[in-house]
Nanobody, 127 residues
Framework: QVQLVESGGGLVQAGGSLRLSCAAS????????TGWFRQAPGKERELVAT????????YYGDSVKGRFAITRDNAKNTVSLQMNSLRPEDTANYYC????????????????????WGQGTQVTVSS
């Protein structure tokens, strides 16, 4: 089992920045690919970014490329999402997710590819 706890959400003005953190406990976190998803009211849960178990490979959704950056620190069992140039359309509940991964890296893009989920943290961007 892997337990994930998100933090860092809040209210920010458009153009501002926030840094989300996902703290993991349980099994060896360095063996797990980790992603950030978001879900706004009435919308599907969508992938924001994902990172390989080593941190050497990343993937970003088109809407956040160039603005968000995902990183991980396996020594501290954390994955972070730095969000810059925030827009009102970034408003959503953000979730951290993880899955065990081995072999050649192919970014897991679907929510159904992930086994473990946090409870989410709300991000609200005002215009």
């Amino acid at each position: 089992q892997v337990q994930l706890v998100e933090s860092g959400g809040g209210l920010v003005q458009a153009g501002g920045s926030l840094r989300l953190s996902c703290a993991a406990s349980g099994r060896t976190f360095s063996s797990y690919a980790t992603g950030w998803f978001r879900q706004a009211p009435g919308k599907e849960r969508e992938l924001v970014a994902t990172i390989s178990w080593s941190g050497s490979s990343t993937y970003y959704g088109d809407s956040v490329k160039g603005r968000f950056a995902i990183t991980r620190d396996n020594a501290k069992n954390t994955v972070s999402l730095q969000m810059n140039s925030l827009r009102p359309e970034d408003t959503a509940n953000y979730y951290c997710a993880a899955r065990y991964y081995s072999g050649k890296w192919v970014p897991p893009l679907s929510r159904w590819d992930y086994t473990y989920w946090g409870q989410g943290t709300q991000v609200t961007v005002s215009s």
